[in-house]
Nanobody, 125 residues
Framework: QLQLVESGGGLVQPGGSLRLSCESSKYAVNSYTIGWFRQAPGKEREGVACINVRGSGTKYADSVKGRFTISRDEPKKIIYLQMNSLKPEDTAVYYC??????????????????WGQGTQVTVSS
């Protein structure tokens, strides 16, 4: 079973940056679309970004477009979420999950599986 582990969260000041990692021990992760999601206290889970197999396509939520970048390093079996110009409203637990690949650009609205345990991101002065 594909197991995903998130890391890289922490406390950062507004305007700062963090890079989250989603790592798998299995090369099978390279055969899946990967999505990053977040959930803030009292709010529904939100899809943040997704990346196709081989990084052939990416998609972002409007709330993070231009600030966040998703990428994948296939030899290392890691999917990154680079977060710049962070805002207090980016505070949430961030999760990654896998989805079977499908034609076209990925979407966070697909069925995702193998959810990680999450990593906390707090943006505060």
């Amino acid at each position: 079973q594909l197991q995903l582990v998130e890391s890289g969260g922490g406390l950062v000041q507004p305007g700062g940056s963090l890079r989250l990692s989603c790592e798998s021990s299995k090369y099978a992760v390279n055969s899946y679309t990967i999505g990053w999601f977040r959930q803030a206290p009292g709010k529904e889970r939100e899809g943040v970004a997704c990346i196709n197999v081989r990084g052939s396509g990416t998609k972002y939520a409007d709330s993070v477009k231009g600030r966040f970048t998703i990428s994948r390093d296939e030899p290392k079996k890691i999917i990154y979420l680079q977060m710049n110009s962070l805002k207090p409203e980016d505070t949430a637990v961030y999760y990654c999950a896998a989805s079977p690949p499908s034609p076209g650009i990925c979407t966070v609205d697909s069925e995702y599986y193998n959810w990680g345990q999450g990593t906390q991101v707090t943006v505060s002065s």
